[in-house]
């Protein structure tokens, strides 16, 4: 809502007011607002508030062509944009029958997991602030862009790559670009002590998280909860195990999980996949210089291509949890519908309201960070 | 690689040993801009040598960013698929995705890894690119996302045609080539970038982007539709135009351009002809307007002309001498290339809309212009060019030395012909390798062998056939030889009743042309060559029989060089007489269909006034 | 247990009268059901077959059979398998019924299918506007809002007079083609 249309509701005296976190503020994960009734400092009731961000993709998407549609997709999550574009093109795929080539699938894994690599250092870092801890918060977006740097040599663009196309990839890794991911990995990982020390051992931060926004297993089903936040609730689910897509199956992971269920467990869930994903990107490294072939199967002039009618409905695994797209076509050259079920739909929205009662107001956008709440995708 | 053992570890003084982070040297880093990544994509750069204008950048452009713009220094030439026009940017709309890149046909737009550029409110301007290879701000940098084979979207290779290997179409008249199926004419057309260059070479301007788009979603009917609008001679265009429009395509700047005429082709066959009859009649005018018109000649421009003005209520009648219509494509292009029923499907969709067609009725001795003048409002000639012209070297006007057009009229009509084992043509155009091709074939029923040997003055890369119709041509025999004079035809010494030709005596070309670029050939004498065979045929050219207007109307006309005078809408000095096709425009059908469309309109621009001042 | 569970999903859709069944792959199923049968197939999906996650739900409008199309994407844990379970209401007065009491995500889909078609959930604790605020128009994902005809009608495109432009209009050129004339991604490309 504009501000000047905000009206102070009157009250009758009492302990009990008002308080709008966001749509700016630096607790909140992009433009989003959270309003809060409080008693004190606690909080009585939360309220999401979108529309900040809305942009209406879905709607813009059945007005494009099926390949135009690529450079909407990564905007609808702008820290994690990979997970968007692989999911659609896996959508557009199926409806077409298109055979992806091995290459570009293994490419395909690459850029998904560098992505979920950089959407947690994001997370940590944005974590860590809402508990007044700055430095981690300047080491993730410094080492993101290590990511970043990756991500633009692959792709051309640093945030928006608009790299995956139906069929494959657009572009072939430059060479020696193996070499820099792999000591990219490695400094990663030997940046992980550093970020243990100031962060995921220190004393202070253990001791804000414990205990913050917690959820029970059950709730978190119940709720709708996926991703590393149902995992961080001790059940050992994972898109890319089990319910494969791309060459997940051939690749060697562990799902990490956590049992307490709040937000600190949810930190630790992510910390310690980044150490997978680490590991599944230094297999996608060592793999690839012995799959040969192309990038992309043969396509139709983008001017001329109708996708076959029919439905589909595709998930992969985000760094936020389960993403899926419900793709309709109607057999022309444009979708007819496409939907995106973004994990923060649930757990941005339902999730932080419900886990927000009863918490301190200083945890609220602890509680936000730590369930990964990305606002573009509630808002499309 | 490490996890941690949090449980174990925690403690509160584990955030000091990031107190060592002192002890290192601070980030720095340089105000400059960073240089961008080798695949960067950044502000766009364009080549205007290479750009052509077709503006396929700007359709595929999903935010609407890209304005064409003309400029008028730039070269434009319809004929080769070159516009004047070139995109420029509104970068408030530009999302970098570098689709334009990957979709332009030429290859001249890349993005560059230029990538700062940012301005006050009152120079928003700025933001308004014309890109050319300098880069936004003029300092250039190197190229980021270009055009690459990984990433490039232009389907560059024409799908399979199927056509009878030589052995199996050398000994008969069968069609070559096989006509796309369903399916490869969807993935044909699907090439198609709708650039509509192929529509601004066309002589008759037809609408080949949108019939393309039309089979591409498989409305066949509509495609036909599209069709006619501009050609009623859409099964012989379909398959022997000389295709100008697929010389402009601009997919054909660095691959095989869409098959265009390949695709009419396809169009009219796959559809039903009663239905054909009923698309083309669409639009036919529901009065008449009491006009008539007479046409001399049943060709394509005369035909085309008649299909205009019935369908705008004339009365139309047509004099053809022979016994049946399509000038000079049923007489003048053998069967392999065209066959027959093809014309026939062509004017019977002319004849439904109820032009008379009066068969074997010679103007000039059967009825006379004098006649025609009399009792019609308006009168096209249409007479082609029949007159095959000669060599005029000794011996070139004996009566076993043939003309091409009498040969292969001859041999569409079914008359016997016959042909000795071994022939030769002089001529190096289509209509000498139609000639060799033909010979070829009844050689090879008749023995079995094919000798046939074609010489012409042109050396190969200035050949005037096409070079598939040369490549195929040898593939079945023909013995092509460039750069040729001809001297003289050889005959065998006397002991016969008749004459018999023993050959032809060339010499080596240096040059056809004099300085002045007039008709000059200069020989190497030295280089004498004696080609063997018992048949010679001159396909050098053919000039119209205007001996048919006779004595009086010769008169009346203006000429210029032996060709009749006419306006640039085909109108002669005579105020009811126009003139169109061949005989006026030089050989080529669908340069003759266009024709046809113009003095057409010409003449019911002035019969209309004629009718509203009266 | 996982075996028990998918002969048991096996049974419980062949028990269900009026609904069709196709497996698009081993973990994809595709169900058609009628608008009443719908609650009491997921009711017993969920209950009986361990169908506990609410991926989605997902609209479409098939505005030319004046019929809004329903699809709930729900997920089994256990089986590992997605049922989608497509159903189709009148588009007018497009009304039906909330499965918040089986599917506690389904609030925030229904609030949006709400806001976005204009399908109104009977039983879902919160149908008020979420991201449209301040919008008054009528539910912009239907397929007879044209968007693109809003935004034209409401903003405009940049009005640019570079120097450049002005150069080569002196010259007698200038702009030749606008954008919204050959983008390929309007709406009426082939209506001519």
């Known amino acids: 809502m504009r501000p000047e249309n905000y009206e102070a509701q009157r009250q009758p005296p009492s302990h009990e007011y008002e308080l709008n976190i966001g749509p700016n503020h630096p607790g909140i994960e992009g433009n989003y607002a959270f309003k809060l009734r409080l008693h004190g400092d606690r909080v009585l009731e939360g309220k999401a508030d979108a529309g900040y961000l809305h942009r209406g993709f879905e709607k813009l998407m059945e007005g494009r062509l099926w390949i135009q549609n690529l450079a909407i997709t990564p905007r609808i999550c702008v820290p994690d944009p990979v997970p968007m574009e692989v999911s659609y093109c896996l959508a557009v795929e199926e409806l077409c029958g298109l055979e992806i080539p091995e290459r570009a699938q293994w490419l395909r894994v690459l850029q998904l997991e560098l992505s979920r690599i950089a959407a947690h250092l994001f997370t940590f870092g944005g974590h860590a602030a809402t508990t007044g801890m700055y430095s981690p918060m300047f080491w993730g977006i410094a080492d993101r862009d290590l990511v970043l740097d990756l991500f633009e040599e692959l792709t051309g663009g640093r945030v928006y790559h608009i790299y995956n196309i139906p069929g494959g990839v657009r572009r072939d890794a430059p060479d020696g670009f193996l070499d820099r991911v792999r000591s990219t990995l490695d400094y990663l990982d030997s940046r992980l002590p550093d970020y243990d020390n100031l962060l995921f051992t220190n004393q202070v931060f253990v001791h804000r998280a414990k205990g913050v926004g917690t959820m029970s297993r059950e709730q978190a089903l119940e709720w709708g909860v996926t991703g590393p936040n149902l995992r961080a609730t001790g059940l050992e689910f994972d898109v890319r195990r089990d319910d494969p897509y791309l060459v997940y199956d051939d690749l060697d992971f562990d799902i990490p999980t956590e049992e307490a269920g709040d937000a600190w467990a949810r930190t630790l869930v992510r910390r310690k996949e980044l150490v997978q994903s680490i590991r599944i990107a230094r297999q996608v490294i060592a793999a690839l210089p012995s799959i040969a072939g192309p990038i992309r199967c043969p396509i139709p002039n983008p001017l001329a291509w109708n996708v076959p009618a029919g439905s589909v409905y595709t998930r992969v695994e985000s760094s936020k949890g389960e993403l899926a797209w419900y793709v309709v076509s109607n057999g022309g050259e444009r979708p007819y519908r496409t939907h995106v079920r973004g994990p923060s739909q649930m757990h941005a929205v339902q999730v932080l309201e419900k886990l927000s009662v009863g918490c301190r107001l200083e945890d609220v956008a602890q509680t936000m960070f730590s369930l990964d709440a990305c606002p573009p995708e509630v808002d499309r | ?614 | 247990m996982t075996k028990d569970l998918s002969t048991w999903l096996d049974t419980l859709l062949d028990e269900l009268q009026g609904i069709e069944v196709r497996r698009k792959s081993s973990r994809r199923i595709r169900v058609d059901v009628q608008p009443d049968a719908l609650p009491a197939l997921l009711e017993l999906l969920r209950g009986r077959a361990s169908y506990v996650h609410l991926s989605a739900i997902s609209c479409v409008d098939w505005i030319e059979e004046n019929e809004f199309e329903l699809v709930y994407h729900v997920w089994s844990y256990e089986i590992g398998s997605l049922v989608s379970a497509h159903t189709r209401i009148a588009r007018d007065p497009g009304v039906y019924i909330s499965v918040y009491d089986i599917y506690t995500p389904a609030a925030f889909f229904e609030r949006d299918i709400h806001e976005m078609f204009g399908v109104f959930f009977e039983g879902s604790p919160d149908m008020s506007k979420f991201i449209l605020t301040e919008w008054d128009g009528p539910p912009p994902m239907r397929k007879d809002f044209d968007s693109e005809a809003w935004v034209n009608a409401h903003f405009d495109f940049q009005d640019y007079q570079p120097d450049w432009l002005k150069e080569i209009e002196a010259k007698g050129g200038g702009v030749a083609v606008r954008p919204d004339e050959q983008r390929f991604s309007r709406r009426d490309v082939d209506a001519s």
């Not at chain 2, 689709?99 to 409110?121: A, K, M, N, Q, W």
């Not at chain 2, 009878?164 to 969807?186: C, S, T």
């Open chain 2, 1 to 614: 690689m490490r996890d941690i053992d949090y449980k174990d570890k925690g403690g509160i003084l584990n955030p000091l040993k990031s107190l060592s982070f002192f002890g290192r040297s601070s980030v720095t880093v340089p105000l400059e801009p960073r240089a961008a990544s080798a695949n960067y994509r950044g502000f766009h750069l364009n080549d205007w040598e290479a750009c052509i204008g077709c503006s396929t950048c700007q359709k595929v452009c999903d935010n609407a960013a890209i304005t064409m713009v003309s400029i008028p220094d730039l070269p434009q030439d319809p004929a080769k698929g070159i516009r004047n026009l070139r995109p420029a940017i509104d970068y408030g709309r530009c999302c970098w995705c570098a689709l334009c890149v990957d979709l332009c046909p030429t290859g001249s737009i890349s993005l560059s890894r230029e990538y700062v550029h940012t301005c006050l409110d009152s120079e928003l301007d700025s933001y308004f690119v014309l890109p050319d290879s300098n880069g936004i701000h003029g300092t250039p940098y190197p190229k980021g996302w270009a055009k690459s084979e990984d990433a490039d979207l232009v389907a560059l290779e024409r799908a399979r045609m199927e056509e009878l290997p030589p052995p199996e179409r050398i000994g008969n008249f069968n069609e070559i080539v096989a006509g796309y199926d369903a399916n490869q004419a969807i993935i044909e057309a699907s090439r198609c970038v709708q650039c509509g260059m192929c529509f601004d070479a066309c002589p008759t301007h037809m609408n080949a982007p949108e019939y393309i788009r039309a089979i591409w979603k498989g409305d066949l009917e509509q495609a036909v539709r599209e069709i006619y609008r501009t050609n009623p001679f859409a099964h012989t265009c379909g398959r022997v135009c000389t295709h100008r429009c697929e010389d402009a395509c601009s997919v054909g700047h660095r691959g095989t351009p869409i098959a265009i005429r390949w695709l009419k082709r396809y169009a009219m066959d796959a559809v039903d002809h009663e239905r054909v009859k009923r698309i083309a009649a669409e639009g036919k005018a529901r009065f008449l307007s009491g006009k008539r018109v007479a046409v001399v000649g049943a060709g394509p421009a005369g035909l085309t002309a008649a299909f205009d003005l019935i369908k705008q209520g004339y009365e139309v009648t047509v004099f053809e001498a022979r016994p049946k219509a399509g000038g000079m494509v049923r007489y003048g292009i053998p069967d392999y290339r065209l066959p027959q029923d093809r014309i026939d499907r062509d004017v019977d969709v002319i004849a439904s809309l109820g032009v008379k067609i009066r068969y074997g009725t010679q103007v000039g001795t059967d009825i006379t212009m004098a006649e025609l003048e009399r009792d019609y409002d308006a009168v096209i000639l249409t007479i082609g060019l029949w007159m095959g012209r000669s060599t005029r070297i000794p011996g070139s006007d004996h009566p076993r030395v043939k003309r091409a057009v009498t040969l292969l009229r001859d041999v569409a009509e079914k008359v016997k012909v016959s042909v000795p084992a071994s022939a030769i043509v002089i001529g190096g155009g289509n209509v000498a390798m139609d000639v060799a091709r033909t010979i070829a074939r009844l050689q090879k029923q008749t023995y079995g062998q094919v000798k046939v040997t074609v010489t012409a003055l042109e050396d190969l890369e200035h050949f005037l056939a096409d070079p598939e119709e040369i490549k195929e041509a040898r593939e079945e025999g023909v013995e092509i030889l460039p750069a040729r004079g001809p001297q003289e035809i050889l005959f065998k010494p006397r002991k016969y009743e008749v004459d018999k030709i023993h050959g032809l005596r060339t010499w080596r070309v240096l040059s056809i042309f004099d300085a002045q670029g007039r008709f000059a050939p200069r020989h190497d004498e030295a280089d004498e060559q004696i080609h063997e065979g018992e048949m010679v045929v001159e396909a050098i050219g053919q000039a119209a029989e205007v001996e048919v207007l006779g004595e009086e109307l010769t008169e009346r006309l203006d000429w210029n060089r032996g060709r009749l005078e006419i306006d640039d809408q085909g109108r002669t000095n005579l105020s009811w007489l126009w003139a169109a096709g061949d005989m006026v425009r030089g050989p080529d059908v669908v340069s003759a269909v266009a024709d046809g469309h113009r003095v057409a309109l010409s003449i019911n621009g002035v019969l209309s006034i004629r009718e509203d001042a009266a």
